[in-house]
């Protein structure tokens, strides 16, 4: 049996993830080591629950910020990004 895949893009990058994975997965699969940074300390941090409860896994998918990424099922051509500091709000 062969799963479907999708194309993602994670910084930028092409990445072909099993359909139906998170945004979160992708960033791991892509090798990223970190996928935001504390607003207050620059600190890198990485997914850490992938269940939605701790936060860590913030990112900007598709241009919009602050998502948590763990919660988020890829599509075909998402954009998922860093998220770098703070966030606008509103």
């Known amino acids: 049996m062969t799963r479907e895949t999708v194309t993602v893009y994670v ?12 945004a979160a997965a992708a960033a791991l699969h892509a090798g990223l080591s970190y ?4 607003p207050v300390t620059d600190e890198k941090r990485a997914p850490y629950c992938m269940m939605g409860v701790c936060f860590e896994c913030l990112m900007v998918i598709d241009g919009v910020p602050s998502r948590q990424a763990c ?4 599509a075909a051509g998402m954009r998922i990004e860093r998220q770098i500091g703070a966030r606008e709000l509103g």
């Open 71 to 74: 919660m988020v099922k890829v």
């Open 35 to 38: 996928t935001r940074t504390s």
């Open 11 to 22: 910084d930028g990058k092409p990445v072909s993830v099993g359909a139906g994975e998170s």
